[in-house]
């Protein structure tokens, strides 16, 4: 079987099971496990299918560009949303993170002066400024032209500097094994910087997130503060 047709039954394989397990499909179709692996990781190159240990998941659909993911699942992230904002304390300063779920959620924010916004989000800055009486602050940098959010040298600099009581953490995947999960690599660093400079760490957890495990990790499910996930959604269940 020639390469093209591997790679052709792997992502059938992927879209009709949701996984592949290397071992098995090289023994099912006679080749070596190494041409397997090979045939995964060219297609997690063009961004097909993430690799993980021992075969391969679906790209999560969180993993789109900032501009597609704006109908996925909206009512779930506007429950998830609803939750996330009933838990911030008065006069509290929080992070948000940039994306989907932290757009709704500085659409709700409570009329407190003397909340103070966080965000590396020039999206979610504006929608705090324009929907709340928030002090906002912004985290520059380089803005990804994928995810619209700020990073890199600037941007570590910024939050090596700052401080905040929660921080509302979105990745793209939330997974008991793998973790917490993104699909870029100076997100994942930046992510991680901002939740060094928070008491709390909550993760904000739609339902299309449950079970996805995109390429780079953030952080470990037990190195956070807590999970909001849908009510009506999947259930993350952990050990």
Same mark, same amino acid.
């Given at each position: 079987?020639?390469?093209?047709?591997?790679?052709?039954?792997? /992502?059938?394989?992927?879209? $009709?099971?949701?996984? +592949?397990?290397?071992?098995?499909?090289? @023994?099912?179709?006679?080749?070596?496990?190494?041409?397997?692996?090979?045939?995964?990781?060219?297609?997690?190159? %063009?961004?097909?299918?993430?690799?993980?240990? =021992?075969? @391969?998941?679906?790209?999560? @659909? %969180?993993?789109?560009?900032?501009?597609?993911?704006?109908?996925?699942?909206?009512? *779930?992230?506007?429950?998830?949303?609803?939750?996330?904002?009933?838990?911030?304390?008065?006069?509290?300063?929080? +992070?948000?993170?940039?994306?989907?779920?932290?757009?709704?959620?500085?659409?709700? /924010?409570?009329?407190?002066?003397?909340?103070?916004?966080?965000?590396? *989000?020039?999206?979610?800055?504006?929608?705090?400024?324009?929907?709340?009486? !928030?002090?906002?602050?912004?985290?520059?940098?380089? /803005?990804?032209?994928?995810?619209?959010? @700020?990073?890199?040298?600037?941007?570590?600099?910024?939050?090596?500097?700052?401080? $905040?009581?929660? &921080? &509302? /953490?979105?990745?793209?995947?939330?997974?008991?094994?793998?973790?917490?999960?993104?699909?870029?690599?100076?997100?994942?660093?930046?992510?991680?910087?901002? $939740?060094?400079?928070? !008491?709390?760490?909550?993760?904000?957890?739609? !339902?299309?997130?449950?079970?996805?495990?995109?390429?780079?990790?953030?952080? =470990?499910?037990?190195?956070?503060?807590?999970? +909001?996930?849908?009510?009506?959604?999947?259930?993350?269940?952990?050990?």
């Amino acid at each position: 079987m020639l390469s093209v047709q591997r790679k052709e039954h792997l /992502l059938g394989l992927l879209a $009709a099971e949701g996984r +592949i397990v290397a071992k098995a499909v090289a @023994a099912d179709l006679g080749v070596s496990e190494d041409s397997i692996r090979r045939d995964l990781r060219e297609l997690a190159d %063009a961004g097909l299918c993430i690799r993980v240990y =021992g075969g @391969a998941l679906p790209v999560p @659909a %969180a993993d789109a560009p900032v501009v597609q993911r704006l109908g996925v699942a909206s009512e *779930s992230k506007e429950r998830v949303a609803r939750a996330a904002v009933a838990l911030i304390r008065p006069s509290s300063t929080i +992070i948000l993170d940039a994306g989907t779920t932290t757009l709704a959620m500085a659409r709700r /924010l409570p009329h407190d002066a003397g909340l103070t916004v966080i965000t590396p *989000s020039p999206a979610v800055a504006l929608t705090a400024m324009e929907h709340s009486a !928030a002090r906002v602050l912004m985290v520059g940098g380089e /803005l990804s032209r994928h995810s619209a959010v @700020a990073g890199g040298a600037l941007a570590q600099e910024a939050i090596s500097r700052l401080s $905040a009581d929660v &921080f &509302f /953490l979105g990745v793209t995947g939330i997974d008991p094994v793998h973790g917490l999960t993104t699909g870029e690599l100076d997100d994942a660093v930046t992510k991680r910087a901002l $939740a060094a400079r928070s !008491a709390e760490v909550l993760v904000l957890g739609s !339902a299309e997130k449950i079970g996805a495990v995109s390429r780079f990790p953030v952080l =470990g499910i037990d190195e956070v503060s807590g999970v +909001i996930v849908d009510p009506q959604g999947p259930e993350l269940r952990i050990g």
